[in-house]
């Protein structure tokens, strides 16, 4: 492609979103019912959607079926209407539900976990050697160039697993938000937790995580933001999610495990999340492949009409052991590539630019039937 015709590709897409925006503005005051709304139009870009398929809900086991549609774009595949029901789908099987959970002991017995941390911290061949396989090797902090004094934000914290495990590592200050947070969800001295929206929270963080909560998200433009508000100036948003751009979508289709709907309201792709990222004073420093064998396993399962809730953990009822292996085998291979269905985003807040900019609502995307 030539320089003047992608000049000429990204006006028409700017000029596209602007468009968008103000249609939002004109049309809607910022208000959505997603019962009686029908997609037309991408809620990230703007840009014109196409029916893509049926999708039936597999993890609980409801069989109930939506539409889901895809920009052409952008590439975002999209819920086309946001039931309002939702939160009958996230019941007490809900994976979130189920973990167990740390004992907490801040930096481990006199400190010593706490000291062995700031060692895995240091970038260095020998302290990746020793990180084990938890947080990325530790390459979440240390690429963020993020210290265990540091302020940071769990966004969609679940039952908090994650913010404990980090406390009982030495982290110092932590804060999980989740607008489904379990009742009583105890915390501790530098380990909060509360449930409330990420729109409605306020506070400024060094590193704000989302590990696979903003595809859960009914507003992608509102989500970040918000996280631009939240994320000082320097500071890092770190996006763990699915990404409809991955082999597994392709070769799926339909069945393709990550799309978990009605849960997962957009599957974004990797231009969609740029495109979201630059409106909200982001840019995005680094994407990792961070997909596992749970995109093939998972799919053949559905392939086969078998619910998660039937395979049980870890499809062990169903899938043998030498499947699973093959199937990891085949995740790695595709991880190489680039094609897995899940990445890890590593956005730095742009110093200058004031949080909370971009394409005003997306519900604008939406017509009354």
């Avoid at 959505?32 to 893509?52: I, K, M, W, Y």
């Avoid at 679940?158 to 989740?178: N, P, Q």
């Amino acid at each position: 492609m030539g320089q003047a015709e992608s000049t000429k590709q990204n006006r028409d897409l700017r000029n596209s979103m602007e468009s968008f925006r103000m249609s939002v503005a004109l049309g809607t005051n910022g208000k959505s019912e997603p019962s009686t709304q029908t997609l037309t139009h991408c809620r990230v870009c703007g840009g014109p959607v196409d029916f893509a398929w049926t999708v039936r809900e597999m993890m609980i086991g409801t069989r109930d079926s939506f539409d889901y549609y895809e920009c052409r774009d952008c590439g975002c595949l999209q819920i086309g209407r946001i039931p309002l029901d939702l939160d009958r789908y996230y019941d007490d099987v809900y994976y979130t539900k189920s973990q167990r959970l740390h004992r907490l002991r801040p930096g481990g017995l006199f400190g010593l976990r706490r000291r062995w941390t700031r060692l895995r911290l240091l970038e260095s061949g020998f302290a990746r050697a020793v990180s084990g396989r938890r947080y990325a090797r530790f390459e979440w902090f240390r690429r963020t160039g993020t210290g265990l004094s540091d302020k940071i934000l769990d966004v969609g914290c679940g039952s908090g697993r994650l913010l404990r495990r980090l406390y009982v590592e030495g982290f110092e200050r932590l804060t999980g938000i989740d607008a489904r947070l379990e009742n009583g969800l105890q915390g501790a001295d530098g380990l909060d937790f509360g449930c409330i929206s990420l729109e409605d929270h306020r506070g400024c963080y060094r590193l704000v995580m989302s590990h696979h909560s903003f595809e859960h998200m009914e507003d992608p433009v509102r989500g970040f933001a918000a996280f631009a508000r939240l994320v000082e100036p320097g500071g890092t948003l770190l996006l763990r999610l699915p990404i409809a751009d991955c082999w597994a979508r392709r070769h799926y289709g339909a069945n393709w495990v990550q799309i978990d709907a009605p849960r997962h309201l957009h599957l974004h792709t990797r231009r969609s999340i740029k495109i979201l990222a630059e409106h909200a004073g982001f840019r995005v420093a680094h994407v990792a492949d961070d997909s596992g064998p749970f995109q093939i396993w998972g799919s053949e399962l559905y392939r086969r009409d078998i619910t998660l809730e039937q395979a049980g953990r870890g499809g062990r009822r169903e899938v043998s052991l030498l499947d699973r292996l093959s199937a990891r085998v085949r995740a790695r291979k595709l991880s190489r590539r680039g094609s897995g269905d899940q990445a890890c985003f590593y956005l730095q807040r742009e110093p200058g630019h004031e949080g909370g900019e971009g394409i005003e609502g997306g519900e604008g995307a939406s017509e009354s039937t």
